[in-house]
């Protein structure tokens, strides 16, 4: 009985003396520098925007934030390493469309699930998408581009980054909307599309305004319509899809913050509220202006109802288009 009661006297004293250095160590975090994943390469929108926030966070976590691109497989690779990545708050990355809206649908099979599988940190922004053509091209305006694709079937051609990305399924949208049959060329990236849409040897395509703006601006192509609810501030000029004529396509490429299931509530906490305070500095707003994207600051609870309202809305769009990626 004696040596019972020893023991069990032992661990409550053990389990005192540990008590506070475990309250230590969560109160502490983050005790090293964080790695934040981009499923993307090195250069693109996406790594910019993720380069600025990280070292927008930076002085608020007292970290460094290291950016590791992980491109390939549509997002899926890095998702999948975040995924089994251990959920103490070290390892995020960025999340959009692909990952959380169009790969449950492109995939008979994916490695993880994209609701389950991460912890919702905060939304980023979105980028506008707009329809733009070369400047050669006959339609100077949406009415006249709809009446032209309608009068050659299959004789207008449209780039993309590549299969299954935004400015694919945009048009893919766009085409279900208006009966119009234009078909796709996929590129692998958005530079090599837009080099020959501005060559002319593709007459158009849907491009989001984080690579598109200063061509957009140079006059390299014409912008007919913007598919977002509201005009850009970055282009004022420019009308909506709704205001030009073509109703129910809203298109948008959007950016999030993720880690992996399980991140304790408190870890979320700090993330989110440093991520909307890196959205609202100056550096990283007049990056987003430069990208003509509209910052989305919110709570882990908004960004994954909009990232799941938005997988509902393009499940069935995606399956009218007959997309794959298996």
């Known amino acids: 009985m004696q040596r019972r009661q020893f023991i069990a006297a032992g661990g409550a004293t053990l389990a005192a003396s540990l008590a506070p250095s475990l309250s230590h160590a969560q109160a502490a975090w983050p005790e090293q520098p964080l790695k934040w994943v981009v499923p993307y390469p090195a250069g693109g929108g996406t790594d910019v925007l993720a380069r600025s926030l990280a070292e ?103 780039a993309s980054p590549g299969n299954g990305s935004p400015h694919h399924l945009a048009m893919e949208l766009f085409k279900n909307r208006t009966g119009s049959f234009i078909t796709h060329i996929p590129y692998r990236g958005a530079a ?25 601006q140079s006059g390299k192509v014409r912008a007919l319509a913007i598919g977002s609810p509201k005009r850009a501030g970055s282009l004022p000029n420019l009308p909506t899809l709704a205001e030009a004529g073509v109703t129910g396509v809203e298109v948008f490429a959007f950016q999030g913050l993720m880690g992996p299931a399980g991140l304790p509530e408190a870890v979320v906490a700090r993330l989110n509220s440093e991520l909307n305070k890196a959205i609202a500095s100056s550096p990283v707003q007049k990056r987003m202006a430069d990208f003509g994207m509209e910052p989305l600051p919110g709570t882990p609870a908004q960004f994954k ?7 509902l809305r393009w499940g069935p769009i995606i399956k009218a288009a007959g997309v794959k990626l298996d």
């Open 56 to 158: 927008a966070m930076r002085p608020g976590l007292g970290q460094a934030i290291l950016v590791d691109n992980r491109p390939g497989a549509a997002t899926n690779i890095g998702a999948d390493l975040v995924a089994k990545s251990k959920p103490d708050g070290y390892t995020v990355m960025s999340g959009d469309n692909a990952l959380l809206a169009f790969n449950e649908h492109l995939f008979t099979k994916l490695p993880f699930n994209p609701e389950r599988d991460f912890s919702f940190i905060g939304a980023i922004g979105r980028f506008p998408m707009a329809l733009v053509v070369n400047p050669d091209f006959p339609a100077k305006t949406l009415k006249e581009f709809v009446a032209y694709a309608k009068a050659n079937p299959g004789r207008v051609n449209y």
């Open 305 to 311: 109802a909009m990232a799941r309202a938005e997988a």
């Open 192 to 216: 090599p599309a837009m080099q020959d849409v501005m060559g002319g040897q593709v007459p158009c395509m849907f491009l989001d305004l984080a690579a598109g703006l200063p061509i957009i």
